[in-house]
């Protein structure tokens, strides 16, 4: 063999490193932005009792964007944003679009409008994540549409907000960004968890701040609404939760590529643990409202974002 084969040889797998190497740093994003609620605001993250009125002024403080599973800074959650920054420090992360109380489809500040002013920023992001949905289970009042008014969107609406706000994304960003959408929490597991955290604490009660303060009525409250019981509605809900987030996933693959612009949902099934599969268990949530994420579930949160992003 001669000496041009051997260095050849040599430099081949030096160079497919080389090559490999360059696709990551290139995918890695520049500026990255979140569309959410008040799971990526923090909420409540760092409140750990509710009995006394004192206990109650971490909940009445509202927003803890120091926890967010995005770009929080609290070491105990090691948000997506940090982990982003082990690799490039110069990582930028803005999730000013968000909101607690936002929704999906619902309100002044749904996925669309986030979506809008996302591509609005003045650092065009390259790179945006989404988590949004529970709000639009919980702030309704049945899950029958016979039974109320209000009742829990039905496919087809959820369907066209899902696509309202992609639509702003890949006609907004730039060819090369992607569009990660993490899926809808699994707020029917939300009662059994709180009740098990109210079992684990004499200064925890769940029941009268969910009834006083009217959290997720529809998952958390153990007596009838509009005609359907809590065993009912918590099925219901599991059947909802789910198809919001297939039709999640089936948007994203039709979106994908548009524009140049990848379109990646977490979602992948059921089997898969990703946002919209993994059941938060007492630990996970906070003591305050006994409902929204704790720093541990926050934690929890930003693992499971972070396990199948893309752009990693």
């Known amino acids: 063999m001669n000496i041009r084969k051997i ?80 690799i490039n420090s110069s990582i930028k992360a803005n999730k000013s679009a968000a909101a607690s109380g936002s929704e999906m489809r619902g309100g002044s500040n749904n996925f669309a409008t986030q979506a809008a002013n996302i591509v609005a920023q003045s650092n065009t992001p390259d790179h945006v994540e ?68 109210q079992a684990s604490s004499s200064r925890i009660r769940c029941e009268n701040v969910w009834s006083t303060f009217n959290v997720c009525n529809i998952a958390t409250s153990g007596s009838s609404m ?33 524009n140049g612009v990848e379109v990646v949902a977490s979602y992948q099934g059921e089997s898969a643990s990703t946002v919209g599969t993994f059941s938060f268990g007492k630990n996970d949530i906070d003591g305050g409202d006994c409902f929204h994420p704790s720093r541990q579930g926050q934690g929890i949160a930003a693992n499971l974002m972070w396990n199948s992003n893309p752009d990693k």
Not at 245 to 252: G, H, L, R
Request: glycine share 10%; charged share 15%.
């Open 7 to 86: 260095m050849m040889l040599g430099l081949a797998p030096m160079l497919a490193a080389s090559i490999m190497l360059s696709t990551q740093a290139q995918a890695l994003p520049s500026n990255t932005a979140a569309a959410g609620d008040s799971i990526t605001m923090g909420f409540a993250a760092d409140c750990k009792y509710n009995r006394w009125f004192w206990d109650l002024f971490c909940l009445i403080g509202g927003d803890q964007p120091e926890h967010s599973w995005f770009d929080g800074w609290d070491s105990d959650v090691h948000s997506v944003h940090d982990k982003y920054k082990q």
């Open 226 to 258: 509009n005609g359907e019981s809590s065993a009912q509605r918590l099925a219901a809900i599991e059947g909802v939760q789910q198809r919001y987030n297939e039709i999640i996933a089936e948007e994203a693959a039709t979106y994908n590529g548009t």
């Open 130 to 197: 989404v988590i949004l949905g529970g709000n639009d289970i919980c702030n309704r009042d049945c899950t029958d549409a016979n039974n109320c008014s209000n009742p829990v969107y039905s496919e087809s609406q959820w369907r066209s907000s899902v696509r309202a706000g992609i639509t702003t994304l890949v006609n907004g960003l730039s060819s090369g960004s992607t569009v990660y959408l993490g899926g809808v929490p699994r707020v029917q597991d939300l009662r059994a968890a709180g009740l098990a955290k």
